[in-house]
Nanobody, 123 residues
Framework: VQLQASGGGLVQAGGSLGLSCAAS??????????MAWYRQTPGKQRELVALITSGGAANYADSVKGRFTISRDDAKNTVLLQMNSLKPEDTAVYYCNAVGTHYTSQWAEFDSWGQGTQVTVSS
């Protein structure tokens, strides 16, 4: 399953940005259990920012609660991250992730990552 992320960029502190990530696969059907956004800065481990399950339940890192909103469009197999009140410490490369199962000749689990997209928040 391939994930294609878009969005990101440069914004001033206090501003907003939106990220989008679409899942696709050729020659197969798939079911996504959960989709998430992670972020990583140089020298640090990748950290979970927000996650949303197939049932719509969302979880957020404490550092982004109240500022970020994750949502998904199951018809388009897309996960969105709306980021408001951005802070310089939100600067990072953001990665989308999806876990689920896909069927070719048999069902198999997948854990896929999109390419990173840079978010830079200037002070």
């Amino acid at each position: 399953v391939q994930l294609q992320a878009s969005g990101g960029g440069l914004v001033q502190a206090g501003g907003s940005l939106g990220l989008s990530c679409a899942a696709s696969v050729s020659g197969s059907i798939f079911s996504i259990y959960a989709m998430a956004w992670y972020r990583q800065t140089p020298g640090k481990q990748r950290e979970l920012v927000a996650l949303i399950t197939s049932g719509g339940a969302a979880n957020y890192a404490d550092s982004v609660k109240g500022r970020f909103t994750i949502s998904r469009d199951d018809a388009k197999n897309t996960v969105l991250l709306q980021m408001n009140s951005l802070k310089p410490e939100d600067t990072a490369v953001y990665y989308c992730n999806a876990v689920g199962t896909h069927y070719t000749s048999q069902w198999a689990e997948f854990d896929s990552w999109g390419q990173g997209t840079q978010v830079t928040v200037s002070s």
